[in-house]
């Protein structure tokens, strides 16, 4: 049987990534974050912090037997040298410390994104292809490849990068989850009575855009890590498909039950700072489940996502050929996400 350690077990990508291993059955694994997850099934779960290499060293030192990483792990720093070094560091400590331990080990998977292209910067080349040229740096992923690929060198073991975008699902205390900062966003309008607009740049609405569900992109990071043609190489992972947020407006607007008003682009930043009370009320009077204002939505991350105004495409072609084909309606998949946060009593 195979074991797994993942970290950033909490957040979008790690939790549903541990519970599809969960649910397959065929794997040891090991989640680590900082708090236990909330995913039932049979794991182990490690409070380490990954920043220092002793609290490393010393939680994981006595692991055995892993053969499959998948780091998942990632703190939001301002400072954007700070925040290099801080995330590159944390997959230092965690590779230096499992290897000691586990001759075991086959296999890194680090989860990166398009960011890698430079689309937070500005316009840039689409569709983005893995061989594209980098940007200036810095850039985290960069710093984490690199190390990766020079670690890795003479080893018995690979790597793998993955590279999704707007990846959808639901985590709290995330600082990259789209989904959920739409969900909390339409529901407090809808509470204060306005219609749902969408917040973003006129050219945002009107874009090219991708999301990657987070249950397409578990799959995914387990297929590249366990396929010897994967060895040692970075792939796109999406839906499959292309989006414009005004094709999209509608439909969320009519799944909310609101009226549909023209967009309006106002930084979720500011306008919703002083909205916690009214999500206090909207918990209380449905019956949510009682999660707190600040861990539920990242506004920042909304605030970029729709000032993009420009398209946002990766080709996913490198994947297809090596044999991964999986694919998704990205509309139908954003209100199947929906109906789920509903069902789970998180949006009323």
């Known amino acids: 049987m195979r074991k797994a350690l993942i970290t950033g077990a909490t957040g979008v990508v790690g939790r549903n990534l541990l519970m599809h291993l969960v649910e397959r059955g065929d794997w040891e694994i090991v989640a680590v974050s900082r708090r236990k997850p909330d995913v039932p099934g049979r794991y182990e ?31 939001e720093l301002q400072d954007p040298q700070k925040h290099v070094e801080i995330n590159t560091g944390m997959l230092v400590n965690l590779v230096e410390s499992i290897e000691a331990i586990s001759p075991t080990l086959e296999h890194v998977n680090l989860v990166e994104g398009s960011k890698w292209y430079g689309n937070h910067l500005g316009p840039y080349k689409t569709p983005a292809r893995e061989t594209d040229a980098r940007h200036m740096p810095p850039n985290m992923y960069y710093s984490q490849q690199d190390f990766l690929e020079s670690r890795q060198h003479g080893k018995r073991w690979n790597w793998s990068a ?29 509470e204060l009575g306005l219609p749902l607009s969408f917040p973003g740049k006129p050219g945002a609405y009107r874009a090219l855009y991708q999301c990657t569900d987070a249950a397409l992109l578990a799959k995914a990071m387990v297929w590249m890590s366990t396929h010897a043609q994967c060895a040692n190489q970075a792939f796109n992972i999406t839906n499959g498909d292309l989006i414009r947020w005004e094709h999209v407006w509608p439909r969320l607007a009519k799944f909310f039950e609101m009226d549909l008003a023209f967009p309006r682009h106002i930084s979720l930043v500011r306008f919703m700072a002083d909205k916690g009370p009214v999500w206090d009320r909207l918990v209380a009077k449905h019956g949510l489940k009682p999660y707190r204002y600040e861990e539920i939505a990242a506004w920042g991350y909304a605030d970029a996502v729709f000032a993009s105004d420009y398209d946002i495409i990766s080709d996913i072609g490198k994947a297809r050929r090596f044999g991964f084909s999986d694919s998704l309606d990205t509309e139908e998949m954003l209100l199947r996400l929906l109906a789920g946060f509903r069902a789970e009593r998180i949006i009323p």
């Open 162 to 190: 993955v590279r999704p975008h707007a990846v959808c699902g639901f985590a709290v205390g995330n600082p990259m989850n789209l989904l959920t900062v739409i969900a909390v966003y339409a529901v407090i309008s809808k």
């Open 45 to 75: 779960h490690i409070a380490a912090d990954l920043t220092d290499p002793s609290d490393c060293r010393g939680k994981l030192g006595g692991l055995r037997g892993v053969s499959h990483v998948f780091f998942a792990a990632y703190l």
